[in-house]
């Protein structure tokens, strides 16, 4: 099975397999269709072929609101830049990357703050501390598991 | 022997055998690197290092009292912070055993699951309990994964000031952090057989969080804020008693296998039966999310059975994983279930599995 991404300047770390960029053409035999396809998304990319088995090509996203501000400003900065750069293909990328985290951000109803919360400086000179008692339960030796996480993720 | 006979005896001059030469010594470079897993919430703060056997927990309450109303000698083997200007915090269990002294409450670093911006001295004490549990970091290279909740679904709270807050701690402290989702790092403790894959759920004293992971992969993540508390306010409101004596009776009497039947105190027995109730309620409640969250968010076909694994202090009542088990199977959930387990140890699971990501994440590296 082979994973055809044509568009250039991408470069993608997915699990299971080496960095690569783009355009490529990747062997996925020993890749999980479903987490490949959930990485694939997270990078923005939507246009992509499999070659193996039937697969329909994911259609850009569409914009589920097209009334927030933010997201009216992004439109904005998209079409000066298309302007200034054609059609060139990184842009498009961010800009579906941008769309996404968007829209992502309005479904979850995140209002960013004007000013962060405030956070004092950590300052405990003035505490004189006696030992902590804490209790005691038994660990365990994660090694292995740690090694397997590893070489999950793909990183041995 | 004559004087000048001894003189003339000369010891010969023979070198005395030389011990056999010790093997050259190949110093072995300690490695400077320490990893950590710290799990923070809302009643217990637990740490796990890479180079230590045991995990140590201590309770996240405090009690400040003036230092005119306890004598020095009352407040010796007590684990406590005196201040510059004559405030004392006593902390973890501590704490509890003084409040009942002087009819206080506990006060808490957080509040559902975060920290509690109603405790101005918070932030303070946090520090100091995260310094005595981390322990000696003296020359070395610390790396820490800790735990913070997910965003809620049932209420506007951000986690964001949660998660900086304690960066910042911990980055005063000279420690290399990272957040990690808590039902997350259940997952990274408990489910390598299953290539980290499974659904999991901690049920804290705060909230509830709950992570499914496919090979590693988050593919869901999110909160509730209904679980010990929740549990415990509502019988308390429900029976109009002080949630104080409602978490007493929990703690020391309460067997969901056994059920309430059996206890001769009828106010007792009604406060179990109504802990029962709420227990089955916050079960109902969560899978009911999970079912809907998933429905909602996920757009992948998971086509292996996943394990759900329960864990935190309250799903550590007896009979708990089995009202689960009952209340999940009259469900009809979008994903398929190998088996529904608990946490080998659902206090220290947490701390455990962001043990096993740092690990990972790190100890490959030089």
């Given at each position: 099975?082979?994973l055809i991404i044509k568009k250039?300047?991408f470069?993608l770390?997915?699990?299971?397999?080496?960095?690569?960029?783009t355009p490529a053409?990747v062997?996925?035999?020993?890749?999980?269709?479903?987490?490949?396809?959930?990485?694939?998304?997270?990078?923005?990319i939507?246009e992509y072929e499999?070659?193996?088995?039937?697969?329909?090509?994911?259609?850009?996203?569409?914009?589920?609101?097209?009334?927030?501000?933010?997201?009216?400003?992004?439109?904005?900065?998209?079409?000066?830049?298309?302007?200034?750069?054609?059609?060139?293909?990184?842009?498009?990328?961010?800009?579906?990357?941008?769309?996404?985290?968007?829209?992502?951000?309005?479904?979850?109803?995140?209002?960013?703050?004007?000013?962060?919360?405030?956070?004092?400086?950590?300052?405990?000179?003035?505490?004189?501390?006696?030992?902590?008692?804490?209790?005691?339960?038994?660990?365990?030796?994660?090694?292995?598991?740690?090694?397997?996480?590893?070489?999950?993720?793909?990183?041995? | 022997?004559?004087?000048?006979?001894?003189?003339?005896?000369?010891?010969?001059?023979?070198?005395?055998?030389?011990?056999?030469?010790?093997?050259?010594?190949?110093?072995?470079?300690?490695?400077?690197?320490?990893?950590?897993?710290?799990?923070?919430?809302?009643?217990?703060?637990?740490?796990?290092?890479?180079?230590?056997?045991?995990?140590?927990?201590?309770?996240?309450?405090?009690?400040?009292?003036?230092?005119?109303?306890?004598?020095?000698?009352?407040?010796?083997?007590?684990?406590?912070?005196?201040?510059?200007?004559?405030?004392?915090?006593?902390?973890?269990?501590?704490?509890?055993?003084?409040?009942?002294?002087?009819?206080?409450?506990?006060?808490?670093?957080?509040?559902?699951?975060?920290?509690?911006?109603?405790?101005?001295?918070?932030?303070?004490?946090?520090?100091?309990?995260?310094?005595?549990?981390?322990?000696?970091?003296?020359?070395?290279?610390?790396?820490?994964?800790?735990?913070?909740?997910?965003?809620?679904?049932?209420?506007?709270?951000?986690?964001?000031?949660?998660?900086?807050?304690?960066?910042?701690?911990?980055?005063?402290?000279?420690?290399?952090?990272?957040?990690?989702?808590?039902?997350?790092?259940?997952?990274?403790?408990?489910?390598?057989?299953?290539?980290?894959?499974?659904?999991?759920?901690?049920?804290?004293?705060?909230?509830?969080?709950?992570?499914?992971?496919?090979?590693?992969?988050?593919?869901?993540?999110?909160?509730?804020?209904?679980?010990?508390?929740?549990?415990?306010?509502?019988?308390?409101?429900?029976?109009?008693?002080?949630?104080?004596?409602?978490?007493?009776?929990?703690?020391?009497?309460?067997?969901?296998?056994?059920?309430?039947?059996?206890?001769?105190?009828?106010?007792?027995?009604?406060?179990?039966?109504?802990?029962?109730?709420?227990?089955?309620?916050?079960?109902?409640?969560?899978?009911?999310?999970?079912?809907?969250?998933?429905?909602?968010?996920?757009?992948?076909?998971?086509?292996?059975?996943?394990?759900?694994?329960?864990?935190?202090?309250?799903?550590?009542?007896?009979?708990?994983?089995?009202?689960?088990?009952?209340?999940?199977?009259?469900?009809?959930?979008?994903?398929?279930?190998?088996?529904?387990?608990?946490?080998?140890?659902?206090?220290?699971?947490?701390?455990?599995?962001?043990?096993?990501?740092?690990?990972?994440?790190?100890?490959?590296?030089?």
């Amino acid at each position: 099975m082979i994973l055809i991404i044509k568009k250039a300047g991408f470069f993608l770390t997915l699990t299971g397999l080496k960095p690569f960029r783009t355009p490529a053409e990747v062997d996925i035999r020993r890749t999980d269709l479903n987490v490949l396809r959930l990485e694939l998304k997270r990078y923005g990319i939507t246009e992509y072929e499999i070659i193996g088995e039937p697969f329909s090509e994911v259609k850009p996203p569409k914009r589920k609101s097209q009334k927030n501000p933010l997201a009216e400003k992004v439109d904005a900065i998209y079409k000066m830049m298309q302007q200034m750069l054609g059609k060139e293909p990184t842009v498009e990328h961010h800009y579906h990357s941008a769309v996404q985290t968007l829209d992502r951000l309005i479904e979850e109803k995140f209002d960013e703050p004007d000013v962060e919360e405030f956070i004092p400086e950590i300052d405990v000179s003035d505490l004189k501390e006696v030992d902590l008692e804490y209790r005691i339960e038994e660990g365990e030796d994660v090694t292995d598991a740690a090694e397997e996480l590893r070489k999950l993720k793909g990183d041995s | 022997m004559s004087d000048e006979e001894k003189k003339e005896i000369v010891e010969p001059e023979v070198a005395p055998p030389s011990p056999p030469e010790p093997p050259p010594v190949v110093k072995k470079k300690k490695d400077k690197r320490l990893f950590i897993g710290l799990d923070c919430g809302t009643m217990n703060i637990c740490c796990a290092r890479n180079d230590a056997d045991q995990i140590r927990i201590t309770r996240n309450v405090f009690l400040p009292i003036s230092d005119e109303s306890v004598s020095m000698s009352e407040l010796s083997n007590i684990s406590y912070v005196k201040s510059e200007d004559g405030d004392v915090f006593i902390i973890g269990e501590d704490a509890f055993k003084f409040a009942n002294i002087f009819g206080q409450a506990v006060s808490r670093p957080m509040e559902k699951g975060l920290i509690s911006p109603k405790e101005i001295s918070a932030i303070d004490v946090l520090t100091l309990i995260i310094r005595g549990l981390v322990g000696n970091i003296k020359d070395r290279d610390v790396y820490c994964a800790y735990s913070i909740p997910a965003e809620a679904i049932d209420e506007t709270r951000s986690v964001v000031y949660h998660t900086r807050v304690f960066g910042r701690i911990l980055g005063a402290l000279g420690v290399n952090h990272r957040p990690v989702n808590e039902g997350a790092a259940i997952i990274y403790s408990e489910c390598s057989k299953e290539r980290f894959s499974g659904v999991g759920i901690s049920f804290g004293a705060g909230m509830c969080n709950v992570a499914i992971m496919y090979k590693g992969v988050e593919v869901l993540k999110f909160s509730t804020s209904r679980s010990g508390d929740y549990v415990d306010n509502s019988v308390a409101e429900s029976l109009s008693l002080i949630p104080n004596r409602v978490t007493s009776i929990k703690e020391r009497r309460l067997d969901l296998a056994k059920g309430f039947m059996g206890e001769g105190d009828k106010k007792i027995r009604r406060v179990m039966e109504a802990l029962e109730y709420y227990y089955s309620a916050l079960i109902n409640y969560t899978i009911k999310k999970v079912i809907n969250e998933f429905d909602e968010k996920v757009d992948i076909e998971v086509d292996e059975k996943l394990p759900v694994i329960i864990s935190g202090g309250t799903s550590m009542p007896n009979g708990f994983l089995e009202l689960f088990k009952s209340t999940i199977s009259q469900h009809d959930l979008p994903f398929g279930v190998s088996e529904v387990r608990q946490a080998r140890n659902p206090l220290t699971a947490v701390a455990n599995g962001l043990l096993v990501l740092t690990l990972a994440d790190f100890s490959g590296t030089k």
